[in-house]
């Protein structure tokens, strides 16, 4: 299914609008507020204009930190669909008595509107990344995360131009009354088209006491380690996003030497970047979440903020401020708007695949509490962003040196992020090893289920079978490997990271077989994958062994659906054994590499249906 087909799709496509219209409207009135604030130079209790729009962000992002755990608490109780049409309906009252706000330029009735606008994002935000699972199919949710994303940037960018666009027209606050009614009633009628959800847990109590209730959500969203830090992840992405928008203007001004239409640039170039590589992302994963996708947007977003840093102020900068054409010509300016491109295209591949992430590993009867968790995160970290640039600026460094700063921190939490959840490290590396070294074509990676336990099973043909495997199959897998593997320089730092299951025959070490037996068990209890090589050891002349009798133990322990496998085209390379010993035939490399490797991947049989000879035979003939 292409996007253009999911979003004709009744299910999504009136949230798509839905949301996408919201984001627009929030946007049209408050760039609207805060050019009305700053041209007609208002003063309230004595707030100069630089003040009073600061204050107008704090407004807005209130509500988060206070309502995000009841909006996830409603969001789980009733029905997402329902709720999502009441916030819109709230959200044509807000509209109109921010109109009257505007036509009667009433600063309290403005800033009343714009807090109205943040309560009503609060419980939209939930529902809104929660109910994601719940309309579309399994396949479909990577690339509805996609569209989501590139619809709130794109519509955070045109609600941002049109709001400073239409109040600076003749009657401009007429115009941008009658504009901010008209679309939130459009985004009502959306709503409106949603499919009827039923409630997730209609039996939940609401806690009205917000600090009680903030800290349990907050709780429930630390409850699976893997997805709080990727939670996280998101709201450093905010916070790194956040510093970068809020110092454009004066990174153009000062340091470009460029006027107001070069930042409205900057910003169309940021906010449809994020939009492109969500999709770009959408079309690496195919489907799937792809979690090597994270790490290598991380290292984008550091290459290319820190080339920002390297380029300084690229030219002489002398007479009057720059327009978008006098910018173009300077030395130095594309450079700069493609590292802005890089920086804003790797976002979206780093926050797709941790916002899809957090859906699928989050448990359905709390997931929309732990999207709440992530809302009030991300709200933290963006007011961190605006605490951080008053601290930086305060010691005297210069704009420029934001970008540096930005990369240092970046580089520290990623190294975080992949040190606690190395499984995104792991699938990164061998996604990239694997396309480096071969030429890997899959076929069957549907019969690999999303969630739940399975154990797959694989011929043993030579020593890098679980890299062939790791970049295929995009759920973290657990390899149970001999544990001589362990021992191996570097490889062993990995292979810990990715939480190899060490075991050993029989009479070599009886207690360490047993311990693999148990950690196999309880991975499996966990609803985690693994993956095992039956024959116990790679094969020395390209045909299968004998399958030993520790499937069936597992099997019989755990009874779980067992996946046949089986790679072909690994035979006769560097790392197998038709040569002799593997990895010593160094002129192999040559005629081998990038060479054509295939991963069969069978329907999942039955746990009573598994027997060592039936397994063996099965994946024989997929090697035919």
């Keep these: 299914m292409i996007q253009s087909t999911l979003l004709l799709s009744k299910k999504f496509y009136p949230m798509f609008w839905t949301q996408a219209l919201g984001a627009a409207n929030n946007n049209i009135f408050k760039n609207a507020l805060i050019i009305l604030i700053t041209f007609k130079s208002t003063k309230l209790m004595g707030l100069g204009v630089e003040q009073m729009v600061a204050l107008c962000g704090g407004i807005f992002i209130a509500p988060?930190?206070?309502?995000?755990?009841?909006?996830?608490?409603?969001?789980?109780k009733w029905s997402k669909s329902r709720l999502v049409t009441l916030t819109k309906f709230l959200e044509v009252f807000i509209m109109l008595l921010g109109s009257v706000g505007l036509l009667t330029e009433s600063l309290p009735l403005l800033f009343f509107s714009l807090f109205l606008m943040g309560l009503q994002a609060t419980f939209f935000g939930p529902a809104k990344f929660s109910i994601l699972p719940e309309l579309l199919e399994e396949d479909d949710i990577v690339k509805g995360n996609a569209l989501v994303e590139m619809g709130t940037f794109l519509a955070i960018l045109t609600g941002t131009i049109l709001g400073g666009a239409f109040i600076g027209l003749h009657s401009g606050t007429k115009i941008v009354s009658l504009v901010v009614v008209g679309v939130a009633l459009l985004g009502l009628f959306f709503s409106l088209k949603l499919p009827r959800l039923d409630p997730i847990d209609p039996t939940l109590k609401l806690d009205w006491n917000l600090f009680r209730s903030t800290y349990r959500v907050m709780n429930i969203g630390r409850s699976v380690k893997s997805v709080f830090i990727s939670i996280l992840g998101?709201?450093?992405?905010?916070?790194?996003?956040?510093?970068?928008?809020?110092?454009?203007?004066?990174?153009?001004?000062?340091?470009?030497?460029?006027?107001?239409?070069?930042?409205?640039?900057?910003?169309?170039?940021?906010?449809?970047?994020?939009?492109?590589?969500?999709?770009?992302?959408?079309?690496?994963?195919?489907?799937?979440?792809?979690?090597?996708?994270?790490?290598?947007?991380?290292?984008?977003?550091?290459?290319?903020?820190?080339?920002?840093?390297?380029?300084?102020?690229?030219?002489?900068?002398?007479?009057?401020?720059?327009?978008?054409?006098?910018?173009?010509?300077?030395?130095?300016?594309?450079?700069?708007?493609?590292?802005?491109?890089?920086?804003?295209?790797?976002?979206g591949f780093f926050i797709v695949p941790l916002y899809t992430f957090i859906q699928m590993r989050s448990e359905r009867s709390v997931r929309s509490r732990v999207i709440a968790c992530n809302n009030i995160l991300n709200a933290l970290f963006m007011v961190g962003a605006a605490g951080f640039l008053i601290v930086f600026f305060s010691f005297g460094f210069k704009t420029t040196d934001v970008f540096l700063a930005l990369f240092v921190m970046n580089v520290a939490v990623s190294l975080y992020i992949y040190t606690v959840i190395p499984e995104f490290l792991w699938r990164f590396i061998c996604v990239l090893l694997g396309k480096m070294l071969y030429r890997l074509k899959v076929q069957g990676l549907d019969h690999i289920p999303l969630e739940g336990p399975a154990v797959l099973t694989c011929n043993h043909v030579s020593f890098v079978d679980w890299l062939v495997i790791s970049a295929s199959v995009k759920r973290p897998v657990r390899f149970v490997m001999h544990y001589s593997f362990m021992k191996i320089p570097v490889l062993s730092f990995f292979f810990r990271g990715a939480k190899v299951i060490p075991i050993a025959g029989a009479k070599e070490d009886p207690e360490l077989m047993e311990e693999a037996f148990d950690k196999i068990a309880a991975t499996l209890e966990d609803k985690e994958i693994v993956c095992i090589f039956p024959e116990g050891k790679i094969t020395y002349d390209g045909n299968i062994s004998p399958f030993r009798p520790g499937i069936e133990k597992i099997i019989s322990r755990t009874p779980v659906p067992v996946i046949p496998m089986a790679i072909r085209g690994l035979w006769g390379s560097f790392f197998s054994r038709k040569y002799g010993p593997a990895g010593t035939k160094f002129r192999v490399i040559p005629k081998r590499w990038f060479s054509k490797v295939d991963l069969l991947i069978e329907p999942a049989l039955a746990p009573q249906m598994v027997t060592a000879e039936s397994l063996q035979e099965k994946i024989k003939s997929m090697m035919d």
């Excluded at 988060?64 to 969001?75: K, M, P, T, Y």
């Excluded at 030497?257 to 169309?268: G, P, S």
């Design 234 to 347: 998101i709201s450093w992405f905010w916070f790194f996003g956040a510093t970068l928008l809020s110092i454009f203007p004066v990174y153009v001004k000062d340091v470009l030497h460029a006027n107001e239409q070069v930042v409205t640039l900057f910003l169309a170039i940021f906010s449809i970047g994020v939009a492109l590589g969500s999709m770009i992302c959408e079309k690496c994963s195919h489907k799937r979440i792809e979690l090597g996708l994270v790490p290598f947007g991380s290292i984008g977003l550091c290459w290319f903020v820190f080339h920002l840093y390297f380029m300084g102020r690229p030219y002489e900068i002398s007479g009057d401020l720059l327009n978008i054409t006098g910018f173009m010509q300077q030395t130095g300016s594309y450079w700069i708007l493609f590292d802005l491109a890089g920086l804003s295209i790797m976002s």
């Design 64 to 76: 988060f930190f206070f309502f995000s755990a009841l909006a996830g608490e409603c969001s789980d």
